[in-house]
């Protein structure tokens, strides 16, 4: 089947420090590629995507690559704000097996000042 | 409003009660999607509909569970008999697109169920 595995959380990073979050994934096609960001009190948005193996998705200083060698599209920022502090999601989607998103469980990232 | 909006945001069961959850998606959007986020997980799939026609409810856990969207806009979750285990956010996305191809959905910020 179709999965996404990321990091668990919490990441507790002070201001202006380097982000990452891994993510891999397991696909019986070829995916595209999803970061999903959830702010305190809002909807899931959104972030970035990749839709083919090396591509690179970025979004407001955040980017990810799409590495179909290693499975992999893990997120970063060189320096977070602590605005950035939100749930991330990564997620997959196979145009061949429907249309829904499958997610990862969510990394919780808290950015202090 | 310009984006989806969800009723009741807080709903409180008693076990073995029915409840339904209202979804208003993004006005002309075409593709409608339900998901349930239990506690500290991501969000699972339920169902997916493609203007009133439900295409996808290989997600949905038991008979226990319907959904619809008559006129092709609104859409309601019905949960029957409620348990424990659907203790959950429900989490209703809406996309422009047939199929959501570009993978952007516009989600609401949920109906966060506890049957108690």
């Known amino acids: 089947g179709n999965s996404v595995t990321q990091m668990e959380g919490p990441v507790t990073l002070s201001e202006e420090a380097f982000l990452t979050i891994n993510c891999t994934y397991t696909?019986?096609?070829?995916?595209?590629l999803f970061w999903y960001v959830q702010y305190p009190g809002e909807g899931l948005q959104l972030l970035l995507k990749?839709?083919?193996?090396?591509d690179k998705g970025s979004n407001k200083g955040f980017e990810a690559t799409y590495r179909k060698e290693t499975t992999s599209f893990h997120l970063e920022k060189g320096s977070v704000q602590v605005s950035d502090s939100a749930v991330y999601f990564c997620?997959?989607?196979?145009?061949?097996?429907?249309?829904?998103?499958?997610f990862g469980g969510g990394t919780r990232v808290l950015v202090k000042p | 409003g310009a984006g989806v909006s969800q009723s009741p945001r807080y709903k409180v069961a008693k076990r073995g009660q029915d409840v339904a959850l209202r979804c208003d998606p993004i006005?002309?959007?075409?593709?409608l999607f339900w998901y349930q986020q239990a506690l500290g997980q991501g969000p699972e799939f339920l169902t997916y509909?493609?203007?009133?026609?439900?295409?996808?409810k290989s997600g949905l856990p038991s008979d226990r569970f319907f959904a619809e969207r008559p006129e092709g806009s609104v859409s309601t979750l019905k949960i029957q008999r409620t348990q424990q285990e659907d203790s959950a956010v429900y989490l209703c996305?809406?996309?422009?697109?047939?199929?959501?191809?570009?993978?952007?959905?516009?989600f609401g910020e949920g109906s966060r169920l506890t049957v108690l």
């Open positions: 996305a809406s996309s422009l697109e047939r199929g959501a191809n570009t993978g952007e959905l516009f």
């Open positions: 696909a019986t096609g070829y995916p595209s």
């Open positions: 990749a839709t083919k193996a090396d």
């Open positions: 997620a997959l989607k196979i145009k061949a097996a429907g249309n829904k998103l499958t």
């Open positions: 006005s002309g959007h075409v593709s």
């Open positions: 509909f493609q203007n009133e026609a439900q295409l996808d």
